[in-house]
């Protein structure tokens, strides 16, 4: 899992990891070689080749860009890293460039997600005025089929139930294109209920990854 177990994270740092407690709060850019957990709150810049974890009082907004990211707190903004995953009760809003991303139940997410590509984080700004757009279940179908080389018309044909709507702007009718442009996507950890037979479902942690070019 992440750097600092499940649960309450404030408690059993390892050494090396910088913590900044709850109560704390900080505007600016933090450059670290070592982990960082935070428990407070940040709104800035954060840059570092280690792990970063988002306690569940911990929130962050801003640019940030890590190995790895745990979040159970609340995270807003522009995300470079190699692997994120958000555990129960943790959010996540904005723009996610990553090629391993994983949501837990309970865990949500509102924003673009993207496959991972070395930039510089200065474009990668984060803009507050930035509104993400919710995407049906059907458009994340079809990105996932694009991916994997499937024509998304057959799976509208084989879900009759489901009106067809219009594509996120970014994303295309090849894997290269979603690949390069990205789409808009909601994700939601925990429970969902279906429009057809209203009945809910448990869903297990959705993981998505992105093949590397």
Same mark, same amino acid.
């Given at each position: ?92 809003? &904005? @723009?996610?460039? %990553?090629? /391993? ?14 496959? #991972? !590509? ?71 950890? &925990? @429970?969902?209920? %279906?429009? /057809? ?14 093949? #590397? !070019?």
């Amino acid at each position: 899992m992440g750097i600092i177990g499940k649960g309450d994270k404030s408690k059993g740092a390892s050494p090396g990891t910088t913590v900044i407690s709850n109560g704390t709060r900080l505007v600016g850019e933090l450059t670290l070689e070592s982990n960082l957990h935070v428990d407070g709150q940040i709104k800035g810049t954060i840059i570092s080749d280690h792990d970063v974890s988002i306690g569940r009082s911990g929130r962050f907004e801003g640019n940030l860009k890590a190995e790895r990211l745990l979040v159970s707190g609340f995270v807003e903004g522009v995300i470079d890293c190699a692997v994120m995953e958000i555990v129960a009760e943790g959010r996540v809003f &904005g @723009e996610l460039h %990553s090629d /391993d991303f994983v949501i837990e139940p309970g865990g949500h997410f509102l924003g673009e997600s993207h496959p #991972r !590509r070395e930039v510089p984080l200065a474009e990668l700004s984060y803009e507050r005025n930035h509104e993400p757009q919710l995407s049906s279940p059907e458009q994340h179908s079809d990105q996932q089929d694009s991916l994997q080389g499937r024509d998304p018309a057959d799976h509208q044909q084989a879900s009759p139930g489901f009106e067809s709507a219009g594509r996120a702007s970014g994303v295309g009718s090849s894997g290269k294109a979603d690949a390069e442009d990205g789409s808009s996507t909601s994700h939601d950890g &925990g @429970e969902e209920s %279906s429009a /057809d037979d209203a009945q809910t479902v448990h869903r297990e942690p959705r993981r998505t990854t992105w093949g #590397r !070019r």
